[in-house]
């Protein structure tokens, strides 16, 4: 049996983002939670995640975690923090008021971004949270993070599961404005039952869509995370993660500054090209959500390697309602 006072997060690192002109120490924090409302998405590796109890029983597990993450991880040696949960933070069945209150408290004076569901987001939800974080040291405090994933209702629906629309993100988007924060905006290169191309432009229109909509933008390559059922697809050889080729081509024409970070790139569950030239192109991806600088985009995309044509050749000739061209 686990004990409450001892339990840690589901995953915590530091490391560094990119905001606005600013490059800043941060903390990544996985909250465990009494798990997502929703807990439907096709591609969420997260859905069997959480933790039964009641609603002081829940509060008392988030704030455990919380002290676990203030005794491993020194407070002054990060500026911004990023809390994801199984679902919506902003959820108060998932994460209890007096728990999410401890956790603004820990994190005053910080740039917190907290990723939910956009029918969390209200200016009551969002007022509370950014005055507990807000002591009027950052200009925008606090960023409501939405896995928007598309800005195409059809994929987001057909080949996501995610149910909500754009109408509903641009909803929370004023709404979080509206409570003085800040909206970013995830977004899912190549779900299941999309080509290459489809997946491609699909990103490049909803980049185009997003500018102005979102103050940050990340875009996740998708991986195959397990016992989902983009796991399923993948064990039948009817789904393939993106090319990383595509990947640095939708950020080198991205109208706006895009952050990426290939989970699980080079391997075959991840963004993957060829084996030979992957490595270079991850952390050249990297390299650029940190610098903003495209001329490392274009250096990537004139890289020479031989899984190049193979990936023009799948850009050209895969079709939808199709098995994958290759592995």
């Known amino acids: 049996m686990v004990r409450v006072a001892e339990e840690k997060p589901l995953a915590c690192w530091a490391g560094k983002d990119r905001i606005g002109d600013e490059v800043l120490p941060s903390l990544t924090v996985i909250f465990r939670t009494g798990g997502c409302a929703w807990n439907r998405c096709l591609m969420c590796g997260y859905r069997s995640v959480r933790v039964e109890g009641t609603p002081d029983q829940l509060a008392a597990r988030v704030l455990a975690q919380l002290h676990w993450v203030r005794v491993h991880h020194n407070p002054a040696s990060y500026d911004l923090v990023k809390i994801y949960t199984s679902g919506s933070f902003l959820d108060p069945r998932e994460v209890p008021p007096a728990a999410r209150d401890a956790v603004g408290d820990a994190f005053r004076g910080k740039i917190v971004i907290a990723e939910t569901r956009p029918e969390f987001v209200t200016p009551e939800e969002i007022g509370d949270f950014i005055a507990r974080v807000d002591d009027g040291s950052r200009a925008v405090p606090c960023y ?15 080949c ?3 149910g909500f629309t754009f109408a509903d993100f641009r909803r929370a988007a004023r709404s979080a404005r509206d409570a003085g924060a800040g909206v970013k905006a995830y977004l899912l ?12 432009e699909d990103m490049s229109r909803s980049l185009s869509a997003l500018a102005g909509q979102a103050d940050l ?11 989902t059922t983009v796991e399923w697809l993948w064990q039948r050889g009817a789904y393939r993660p993106p090319y990383l080729w595509s990947v640095v081509q939708v950020l080198e024409g991205a109208p706006v500054h895009v952050t990426c970070d290939p989970v699980g790139g080079g391997y075959p569950r991840g963004p993957h090209n060829c084996g030979r030239c992957d490595r270079e192109l991850v952390a050249g991806i990297r390299d650029y959500s940190l610098t903003g600088d495209r001329g490392l985009l274009r250096a990537l995309l004139n890289w020479e390697c031989g899984c190049k044509a193979e990936w023009e050749m799948v850009m050209e000739r895969e079709r939808p309602y199709a098995m994958p061209l290759t592995r």
């Open 160 to 162: 996501i599961r995610k």
């Open 217 to 227: 933008i990340s875009l996740n390559p998708c991986t195959v995370q397990s016992g």
């Open 189 to 200: 290169h190549k779900p299941p039952f999309l080509t290459e191309r489809e997946a491609r």
């Open 144 to 158: 409501a993070a939405i896995g928007l994933e598309t800005t195409d209702d059809g994929i987001r629906e057909k």
